[in-house]
């Protein structure tokens, strides 16, 4: 079993920055895609941006995103740095991995950090 740890999550007023980190951890042998999304209350839980093993990056909005994503495949660890953050950036934020077990790939997801931003 593979497990996601997310961390960073919190409350944070209009124009802030945050910081996600997700650390991947358990009977790992290979992950490909890692990755956010989120879900804000009453809508449908959504890409936020991916990244590939080889440093591919995909961004749901790349225009509106203010955000980057950043990936340590040596420690299969992901982050997310979000800046100027805006109230309808606030939902809970799931971290993913597309995990290889020598026979499946299958996708984990984590149990999500909240993130609040105040107007």
């Known amino acids: 079993q593979v497990q996601l740890a997310e961390s960073g999550g919190g409350l944070v007023q209009a124009g802030g920055s945050l910081r996600l980190s997700c650390v991947a951890s358990g009977s790992i042998f290979i992950i490909y895609r890692m990755g956010w999304y989120r879900q804000a209350p009453g809508k449908q839980r959504e890409l936020v941006a991916e990244?590939?093993?080889?440093?591919?990056?995909n961004y749901r909005d790349t225009v509106n995103c203010r955000c980057t994503i950043s990936r340590d495949n040596a420690k299969n660890t992901i982050g997310l740095q979000m800046n100027s953050l805006k109230p309808e950036d606030t939902a809970v934020y799931y971290c993913i991995a597309d995990h290889f077990d020598r026979v499946v790939t299958t996708t984990r997801w984590g149990q999500g950090t909240q993130i609040t931003v105040s107007s």
């Open positions: 990244i590939t093993r080889g440093g591919t990056t």
